[in-house]
Structures are given as C-alpha cells and as structure tokens.
C-alpha cells in the first residue's frame, strides 16, 4: 500500500497536464467544433422561451407528473406529436469561464486523487510502472468516461456526444497513467 501523501506529486502533476490536454482538445480545431450545431429558427426559439418564466435549471418536455398520466393516451399523444426536449436552462448572465475552468480543475484534481488512492490501496512503493499505470488508468477513465454513458442510456444525449467524450476521458485517463506510472515513488 502507497499513500495518498507519498503521492502529491504525481496527483498535481497529472492534474495540470490533464488540464492543458483538455484546454488544447477543446480549443484546437479537433472534433469538438460541431458539438453543439446552431437550432434552426434560433430567434424565434430564443423569443418563445422568454415569454415563459423559467427559473435556471433542467427541464424535460413533455414532463409525466406520475405514472398514471404516463400511461394516459393525452400524454402519449403528446410524445407523438413532439418536440420532445430535455434541457438545461442557465442564467440571463455572461458564461464565467474562469470559474468553470476552475471548477474542471478542482474535478480534475479529485479524478487523480481517487486514481492514487485506489493504485496506492492495491500498489506498494517501489511498484512497477506497468502496473501502476493500469490501476490509475483503469481508475481515471472510469471517472473521465464511463461515468458519462448514462447521459445517452437515459437522457438520450446523442451517441456520437458520448464517443467523443469517452475518447477524450481515454487521452485523460492515459495521461493520467503515465505521469502516476513515472512519478511512483520508488
């Protein structure tokens, strides 16, 4: 066993590259450019939604408020009939992206405090680095990746969103396992 003190080094270091891999993937011209393509009629969209009160938060549309109008023919008509949405409403404010930057490193941060913790509950100092890679890896991938998929299981986010996210968890999670797997302590 390795605590997670003799392994500061190797969690901030992962961090920080892991932070600049990912501001690179997200500001390079790489497969994140057509995430989000532009709502036709965005306009008119944007206008009907202002002529509702809706306080920041998510949403689903059409929305059950049981099982019993789940069932009803009115609610399944209106599934039919469409648009079905789900959606994230965010304040009327400009997007802080020093905080969300700040936010994504303190994520970052705990993917690799939790990728020592559990190669240091399974790995002593001195380990090799083969090892010591695949338990940090399998471990930041799980957080950076897997974690993710229930959002197409159950919010029908699209598969491609997913893939490509999940291949970014991958480049996260590689770094990840390289920097724990050089700086193990010896």
Do not use: C
Request: cysteine-free.
């Amino acid at each position: 066993m390795t605590g997670l003190g003799a392994l500061l080094l190797p969690i901030v270091v992962a961090s920080v590259l892991v932070f600049l891999v990912s501001s690179a993937i997200h500001m390079g011209p790489f497969w994140h450019r057509t995430d989000f393509p532009r709502l036709p009629a965005e306009d008119q969209f944007r206008a009907a939604l202002r002529s509702v009160t809706m306080a920041p938060g998510d949403y689903m549309v059409p929305r059950a408020y049981g099982m019993e109008e789940m069932k009803s023919p009115a609610f399944a008509e209106k599934i039919k009939e469409g648009p079905n949405v789900i959606m994230t409403v965010m304040p009327p404010s400009a997007f802080n992206m020093g905080r969300s930057l700040g936010l994504w490193f303190v994520y970052i941060l705990l993917v690799s405090i939790f990728a020592a913790y559990v190669a240091g509950a399974a790995l002593p100092v001195g380990a090799e680095y083969l090892p010591v890679f695949r338990f940090a890896g399998v471990a930041a991938f799980l957080a950076y990746a897997v974690a993710l998929w229930q959002m197409s299981i159950w919010y029908h986010r699209s598969w491609g969103m997913t893939a490509k996210v999940t291949l970014d968890g991958l480049i996260y999670a590689l770094v990840t396992a390289g920097v724990f797997g050089w700086l193990w302590p010896k």
